[in-house]
């Protein structure tokens, strides 16, 4: 009778409660393959919209401060002077030096932000592309801008600096060495 109980007793544990013991049966396995991948979509479409509201407010942001610069063909312009080292000097350096040079004619748009430009034979070592950037209107007062007559640039796209007279002249010592420093003019 014992036994007859014991088995009556593990047939009732199986049928009601041995997904339990023995994990849920392949039909309940199945089913959360759906929503699982419901879920991963839900996520992946949420961070997408998170990620586009994030780049539409930081365009906002960066375009207030944007001024749009478009420039016509045959328009005269002037080029913006970098400032660091290695590249082409005009004239003075450091804080006197010109900010922008020319005036150029443009030759051709390039997209919606590069035009080309006539430069001088001087220039002809200078890629004749430039970015909208570094581009600037035309002033009207002709004082303001270096002619390139007489500017020389080396093979290094250096400024050829000939020096008129020695002014002065200074030994400087250092702990092993001594360095020797002209002013010229």
């Known amino acids: 009778m014992r036994a007859l109980v014991w088995r009556r007793l593990k047939l ?3 049928e009601n409660f041995g997904h339990l013991f023995v994990g849920p049966s392949l039909a309940i396995r199945r089913s959360w393959v759906p929503r699982l991948f419901k879920k991963t979509t839900d996520k992946i479409r949420q961070i ?5 509201a994030a780049r539409s407010r930081q365009k906002s942001y960066a375009d207030k401060r944007r001024k749009p610069l478009e420039f016509e063909v045959g328009d005269m312009i002037l080029l913006k002077v970098s400032p660091w ?7 003075k350096k450091g804080k006197l030096a010109p900010r922008y040079v020319g005036p150029f004619k ?3 748009r390039i997209g919606k932000v590069a035009y080309k430009l006539e430069l001088p034979p001087e220039l002809s070592n200078v890629h004749p592309m430039f970015h909208v950037s570094n581009l600037t209107k035309r002033l009207a007062d002709q004082d303001l801008q270096v002619p390139l007559d007489d500017i020389r640039i080396d093979d290094t796209m250096h400024f050829v600096e000939k020096p008129v007279e020695i ?3 200074e ?9 020797t420093i002209v002013k010229v003019h």
């Open 12 to 14: 009732f544990m199986a």
């Open 48 to 52: 997408r919209d998170n990620l586009l």
């Open 85 to 91: 080292k290695g590249v082409v000097r005009f004239g």
């Open 106 to 108: 443009i030759l051709e």
């Open 167 to 169: 002014m002065d002249r």
């Open 171 to 179: 030994v400087k010592k250092l702990k092993r060495s001594r360095i």
